[in-house]
């Protein structure tokens, strides 16, 4: 595609549901990165994949969270449970090829938990 | 605690006048990035600095990695109203898996007629 896509863009659900977030990215990136950010800060690292391999999950706040890319393309977050703590707008973003630095960003969704 | 640091939060200048943001942190950095962000949108990507003492023109834009590798800086000489917008400075840690970026909190700029 001609971008990094996500979906939806917004998300209100009530607390105790579950949500996935889904990522497309640029078609034939390799890397492919799960951010949340709060308004007016900058973005803070969740986890990513290279292919279909997460490669560092540290970022996840804690076991209700979860990320998948099965077959190295489209990407779900998972957030079992939603609190009200969980809203944020979350984005991802994708890279080319493991030696570029270059990282581009989707528009995000806006998650609200009521 | 943010692993780097940005300052200032907040910046206001009128249009002609020239601007530094700082990136600090007391970790090294294998490569530094910085992007700008608009209300809106995801960030993009401006520059990749990755060796020690290194400056990086981009027209009115001038990038500095420290020597040590733990800061850097953004100066815009005679900013344009286009200018606005959020500066996040990110580095790649040498201590954390590769292809982890660590982002700042941003410094908000506003450039005004």
């Known amino acids: 595609g001609a971008g990094v896509s996500q979906s939806p863009r917004y998300k209100v659900t009530k607390r105790g549901q579950d949500v996935a977030l889904r990522c497309d990215p640029i078609?034939?990136?390799?890397?492919l990165y799960w951010y949340r950010q709060a308004l007016g800060q900058g973005p803070e690292f969740l986890t990513y994949?290279?292919?279909?391999?997460?490669?560092?999950k540290s970022g996840l706040p804690n076991d209700r969270f979860s990320a998948e890319r099965p077959e190295g393309s489209i990407s779900t977050l998972t957030i079992q449970r939603t609190e009200q703590r969980d809203s944020a707008m979350y984005r991802c973003?994708?890279?080319?090829?493991?030696?570029?630095?270059?990282?581009?960003f989707g528009p995000g969704t806006r998650l609200t938990v009521l | 605690t943010q692993l780097l640091e940005q300052s200032p939060q907040f910046l206001s200048i009128q249009e002609g006048e020239n601007l530094t943001v700082y990136c600090n942190s007391s970790?090294?950095?294998?490569?530094l990035q910085w992007y700008r962000q608009e209300p809106g949108e995801g960030p993009v990507l401006l520059v990749t600095v990755v060796t020690g003492g290194e400056v990086k023109k981009l027209k009115r834009l001038t990038f500095q990695f420290g020597d040590a590798r733990k800061d850097s800086s953004l100066h815009i000489t005679a900013a344009q109203t286009g200018d606005t917008g959020l500066y996040l400075c990110?580095?790649?840690?040498?201590?954390?898996?590769?292809?982890?970026?660590?982002f700042g909190a941003g410094t908000q700029v506003v450039v005004t007629p």
């Open positions: 973003a994708s890279r080319q090829v493991l030696s570029t630095d270059t990282q581009y």
């Open positions: 990110a580095g790649a840690r040498t201590t954390d898996s590769w292809g982890k970026l660590q």
């Open positions: 078609s034939g990136h390799v890397s």
């Open positions: 970790s090294v950095f294998s490569s």
């Open positions: 994949f290279n292919y279909e391999a997460q490669q560092d």
